[in-house]
């Protein structure tokens, strides 16, 4: 329910001075390849089957808000497994909502047509956040209507009930007595009217193992063991393998035969509507072997766990995520990301075995994503065709048209595997599509490359053609000194030629850093003479250096002529789209 927490801080652009050139360090500097390292690389391996797809956290709490909204044609690509819906009759008013909405039974028939399942949450009856306890015999009196109005609808997608939400802060003890009393009383009640109907719970709001162990060991007693274990994770992604591993072994080590995970709620308030940080949750989740899990409901009733930009409103970056995932089908396969926190993604291989499907994201800079076992999959062959897209990160409330594809090429399989370099924003979502074969585009050509901020072209120093001379933004001439070529360099990469020299565009003494400044400098093979062009969808490109993962700027934002164009991190200012035009 609702929480809420500190905005985070835009990072603010340094000022930069331009930086003396260092050509000797440069020329004497041993080629490197174009990769970035192992901590930086997913790993997809497409011949290990994980699970069927059920596309376990495609759903939402409050998701729907009637039957009509949101309109069927955005709810049914996101293939949602489970809804968490209010109380069938009742009265929740969350986050200053002027009515309620989202009642379980009135949105169960939308979901149904969505193939979704619908979770009635109980104590949603009340109209306060946190619940104010009236009585035993009102609770009492709330759960037997619920139950009375599921058995009459005649509803056959109904997942569970949850009895309570959240009881480690909202179950009033002084009034109500302790919570596994209570919690015992209810399940009594719901099974003496419905004996069929999956109970879950506890529902609290994080993992505590103390709270669980002794939770767990009071319903094995009472004999109200939930059918569906719930818990909440709004805390970050980083420990959802551990919270499973611990229940796994306390529900062992209590003889409790194993039970499907929900986690009713995920997502903080600052990742719901951003792309990058939800793949963790999802990856974690199938990993894991969760049943299913449910976006968090932080601002409005029916946006599909804020994944659209209002009740009623258009996707945002989000939604596309979602979109990936709901279009995936067949089996998940196994992913291996580096660490608990940075690049992670899920991927599935299709029923015919010809497609392998990866969403990735949590990655700055330079990142890969390695697919390995495409030797075993008789459908691919030497070499196959990936179209790598994204979805960018324009914030909750701002619609996004779709995903951006930033290249569509063939790669040579080697050892049964292939990599694919993808310069990631960590807020963004990345989608790699392999397939055996596919048309490819490119890019490749001579074009006159022109800076958004300040209308200037891409230029040498005095027009200079030398070996170590500094790139920078100039008045638009007809001159070859403004004449760039992207020529092709294999797996979506590019270098970038100057006409008048011949020699390519990199960055002073291979830097990775912030402020490293480009010049020209001769084709000794080194990874920052290679180049990522990254479409924004409005006609501009982020230039991505794939040795630093930095992108190509200018100093200070300036709009002067002669000003240092340098490498900069994606901070989304302007001096850091340029456009292509062809020469």
Not at 338 to 366: E, H, K, L, M, Y
């Amino acid at each position: 329910m609702s929480r809420t927490r500190p905005p985070v801080p835009a990072r603010l652009t340094a000022a930069l001075g331009a930086a003396a050139l260092t050509a000797a360090g440069l020329a004497t500097a041993a080629p490197a390849q174009a990769a970035p390292t192992s901590s930086t690389t997913l790993v997809v391996n497409a011949d290990q089957t994980l699970r069927s797809v059920t596309h376990v956290a495609t759903g939402s709490l409050y998701g729907l808000a009637d039957a009509s909204t949101p309109a069927d044609s955005l709810v049914t690509p996101l293939k949602a497994n489970t809804f968490v819906q209010m109380a069938p009759g009742g009265s929740q008013l969350p986050n200053g909502e002027p009515k309620p909405a989202g009642d379980a039974l009135v949105v169960a028939a939308k979901a149904a047509n969505a193939g979704a399942k619908v979770v009635v949450r109980m104590p949603d009856w009340y109209p306060n956040f946190p619940y104010k306890w009236v009585s035993w015999s009102d609770w009492l009196s709330a759960v037997d209507k619920q139950v009375a109005s599921v058995q009459s609808s005649g509803a056959t997608n109904i997942a569970a009930y949850e009895l309570w939400n959240e009881p480690d802060w909202t179950w009033d003890t002084t009034n109500a007595g302790a919570f596994d009393a209570g919690w015992a009383r209810t399940y009594q009640e719901v099974r003496a009217k419905d004996t069929r109907t999956p109970v879950q719970g506890p529902s609290y709001s994080a993992w505590n193992q103390s709270w669980m162990s002794t939770f767990l060991t009071d319903a094995k007693a009472s004999g109200t063991v939930p059918d569906i274990i719930s818990w909440h994770e709004l805390q970050g992604s980083q420990n959802i393998a551990a919270h499973v591993s611990a229940y796994r072994a306390l529900e062992s080590s209590l003889g409790i035969s194993p039970r499907p995970i929900a986690i009713e709620e995920y997502g903080t308030t600052s990742e719901v509507g951003v792309p990058g940080p939800l793949v963790g949750y999802v990856a974690k989740f199938e990993r894991a072997g969760v049943h299913d899990a449910e976006l968090a409901f932080w601002n409005h009733y029916g946006t599909l766990g804020d994944t659209l930009t209002d009740t009623g409103g258009s996707p945002n970056g989000a939604y596309w995520l979602y979109k990936w995932y709901g279009d995936m089908s067949g089996n998940m396969v196994v992913t291996t990301p580096p660490a608990q926190t940075g690049i992670d993604g899920f991927a599935a291989r299709n029923g015919a075995g010809n497609q392998i499907s990866v969403v990735a994201g949590g990655c700055t800079g330079s990142c890969a994503v390695t697919v390995t076992g495409l030797s075993s999959l008789s459908a691919f062959g030497s070499t196959v065709h990936v179209k790598l897209e994204y979805t960018p990160s324009k914030g909750r409330t701002t619609a996004a048209s779709g995903p951006v594809t930033v290249s569509d090429t063939d790669y040579p399989v080697s050892n049964g595997s292939i990599t694919v370099p993808v310069t990631m924003n960590a807020s963004d979502g990345y989608h790699l599509v392999v397939t055996p074969s596919g048309t490819s585009t490119s890019l490749a050509g001579r074009y006159q490359i022109t800076n958004k901020n300040s209308g200037l072209a891409l230029d040498t120093s005095g027009a200079g053609t030398a070996q170590g001379t500094s790139v920078v933004q100039a008045t638009s001439t007809t001159g070859t000194d403004q004449n760039w070529t992207l020529v092709a360099a294999g797996n979506g990469l590019y270098k970038i030629q100057q006409q008048a020299s011949g020699l390519l565009l990199g960055i002073n003494a291979m830097s990775t850093s912030d402020g490293g400044t480009a010049l020209i400098w001769g084709d000794n093979g080194t990874a920052d003479h290679l180049w990522q062009l990254i479409p924004d969808g409005g006609g501009y490109y982020k230039i991505a250096n794939y040795n630093s993962g930095l992108l190509l700027g200018v100093t200070n934002m300036s709009t002067s002529s002669g000003a240092q164009v340098l490498q900069w991190d994606d901070n989304g200012t302007a001096d850091h789209l340029w456009k292509l035009t062809s020469r």
